[in-house]
Each structure stands twice: as structure tokens, then as C-alpha cells.
């Protein structure tokens, strides 16, 4: 039986009226310290997106926050400065309280003995 580590993972929401506090789920960010795994996966469903909150929404901005989002998981310069952290200081950044169109859930632990994987299950269970 594989090992099991412990995991972190929060829900990337879409939330159009901060004031109103209605969302739709769009991603899921995963960190696991005893792997080293940082990385988020989300989708932007245009049309679902629409019709929950009309023609306001700025949908190149959500793309180019939830992109944010992948650069600071990868790490790189191209994260800019919390990008060049730490990967727990990196997940720990990503899922502070925020009020902005794009949010966090809180974080939730779980068991997990691969990362990548808990990704793809809780996509497919919170966003898909």
C-alpha cells in the first residue's frame, strides 16, 4: 500500500459580487508538503459564467488571474516575487482571504499518496 501524506487543497471560485457572496467553483489548488506538490487546475465556463452573472463580468481578467495562479504554483520568475517563494509560503499567498472576482475556499486537509491525482479527483468533483 502506498504511502499516504497529508495535503492541503483549496477551491478557486469565481465571485462576480464580492457584496453578494454567490460564486461558481472554477478550480482547485493542491499542496502537499512531503511531495513537494504545488499546483492548481482550472476550467472558465463562459457561457456558465454568463448566465450566472450577466455581461460585466470581464472574462479576460479571470483568465489572467487564474493564469497568475498556475505561474506562482510553477515557481518560476515568470510568478514574479511570491513566485520565488517558498512553496508553502507560495500556497499559503495563493489562498489568503481575499476580495476579489477570483477567491479561495477555505483550506481543507485531506490524505492523499499522489498529488497529481488528488488534483484530477477533487476537479472532477468540485468543478467538472
Not at 498556475?70 to 512553496?87: K, N
Request: aromatic share 8%; glycine share 8%.
Amino acid at each position: 500500500m502506498p504511502a499516504k501524506h497529508l495535503f492541503e487543497y483549496a477551491v478557486l471560485r469565481v465571485v462576480p459580487r464580492v457584496e453578494r457572496e454567490e460564486f461558481l467553483n472554477v478550480g482547485v489548488i493542491v499542496y502537499c508538503k512531503a511531495q513537494g506538490f504545488l499546483q492548481c487546475r482550472y476550467h472558465v465556463p463562459e457561457a456558465r459564467l454568463r448566465a450566472f452573472a450577466g455581461d460585466e463580468l470581464d472574462l479576460t481578467e479571470i483568465q489572467q488571474r487564474l493564469q497568475a495562479f498556475e505561474r506562482i504554483c510553477r515557481g518560476r520568475r515568470e510568478g514574479g516575487p511570491i513566485g520565488q517563494l517558498g512553496v508553502a509560503e507560495r500556497f499559503r499567498w495563493l489562498t489568503a482571504t481575499r476580495s476579489t472576482v477570483v477567491q479561495t475556499s477555505p483550506v481543507h486537509p485531506g490524505l492523499c499518496s499522489d498529488g497529481a491525482d488528488t488534483l484530477n479527483r477533487l476537479f472532477e468533483q468540485l468543478v467538472a
